[in-house]
C-alpha cells in the first residue's frame, strides 16, 4: 500500500532560518506528491505539488523536489516568516486509488521572531 | 463565501447520540471526501464519493456512514457516537485523478 513518512515535530525556528522538513514514501505505482499547510483554525490549503520524477514544485517561496530514486519530497524554505507557523503535510496519490490522499502525521512549524 | 462549507464547525455531544456533520461544495467538482484528523496521525480517509451514486469506504469507516444528497452535498453520519469518534472531521472536493483536493475548514467534534 502507500505510505507517507515526515520527520518528527514539532519544529521551532528563529524568523529568516533555513526551513527542511523531511518527507519520504512508498507507493504502489506512480504517486502524484503534494504539501498542504494548516494554518490554525482553518482547513488544509494546497501549498505545492509534483507529478514526475525530478518536478520541482514551489509556491511562497517553500520547494519541494520529486526524487524517485530517493522516495523523497523534502519541504524547503531559504528564509522563514513569523507567517510560516503552521501545520505541513505532505501527501501522495496513485493511479486507481481514486484519487485518495494518503498523508504523514504532520509537522507543526512554529516560527519565532 | 468558502468554496467547501462544513456545518457546524463546532459540537459537543454525549456517548450514544446520532450525529451529522454536513458538507456543501460550490466548485463544482465530482469527488468528495471525508476525512477525520488526530494529532500525530496526519488524515485519515473515512468515505469517499466519485458522483451521486458511487461511495466507497475508506480506511476507518467502521461506525460511520455517509450520504450523498446532490452533487454538492456530502454528509457524515455518526450512527452512535463514542468517545474515540472525538477528532476534527474535514471534508473535501476534487476534479479527478492527481488533482489537489480542497478542503473545508473542519468540523471539531467533542464526544464525551
Known amino acids: 500500500g502507500n505510505s507517507v513518512t515526515q520527520m518528527e515535530g514539532p519544529v521551532t525556528l528563529s524568523e529568516e532560518a533555513f526551513l527542511t522538513i523531511n518527507c519520504t514514501y512508498t507507493?504502489?505505482?506512480?504517486?502524484?506528491l503534494f504539501w498542504y499547510v494548516q494554518y490554525p483554525g482553518e482547513g488544509l490549503q494546497l501549498l505545492l505539488k509534483a507529478t514526475k520524477a525530478d518536478d520541482k514544485g514551489s509556491n511562497k517561496g517553500f520547494e519541494a523536489t520529486y526524487r524517485k530514486e530517493t522516495t523523497s519530497f523534502h519541504l524547503e524554505k531559504g528564509s522563514v516568516q513569523v507567517s510560516d507557523s503552521a501545520v505541513y503535510f505532505c501527501?501522495?496519490?496513485?493511479?486507481?486509488?481514486?484519487?485518495?490522499?494518503?498523508f504523514g502525521e504532520g509537522t507543526q512549524l512554529t516560527v519565532n521572531p | 463565501d468558502a468554496d467547501v462549507t462544513q456545518t457546524p464547525r463546532n459540537r459537543i455531544t454525549k456517548t450514544g447520540k446520532r450525529i451529522m456533520l454536513e458538507c456543501s461544495q460550490t466548485?463544482?467538482?465530482?469527488?468528495m471526501y471525508w476525512y477525520r484528523q488526530d494529532p500525530g496521525l496526519g488524515l485519515r480517509l473515512i468515505y469517499y464519493s466519485f458522483d451521486v451514486k458511487d461511495i466507497n469506504k475508506g480506511e476507518i469507516s467502521d461506525g460511520y456512514s455517509v450520504s450523498r444528497q446532490a452533487q454538492a452535498k456530502f454528509s457524515l453520519s455518526l450512527e452512535s457516537a463514542i468517545p474515540n469518534q472525538t477528532a476534527l472531521y474535514f471534508c473535501?472536493?476534487?476534479?479527478?485523478?492527481?488533482?489537489?483536493?480542497?478542503f473545508g475548514d473542519g468540523t471539531r467534534l467533542s464526544i464525551l
Open positions: 466548485k463544482g467538482h465530482d469527488r
Open positions: 507507493a504502489t505505482g506512480y504517486p502524484s
Open positions: 501527501a501522495l496519490t496513485t493511479k486507481g486509488s481514486g484519487s485518495r490522499l494518503t
Open positions: 473535501a472536493t476534487s476534479e479527478g485523478q492527481s488533482r489537489p483536493q480542497h
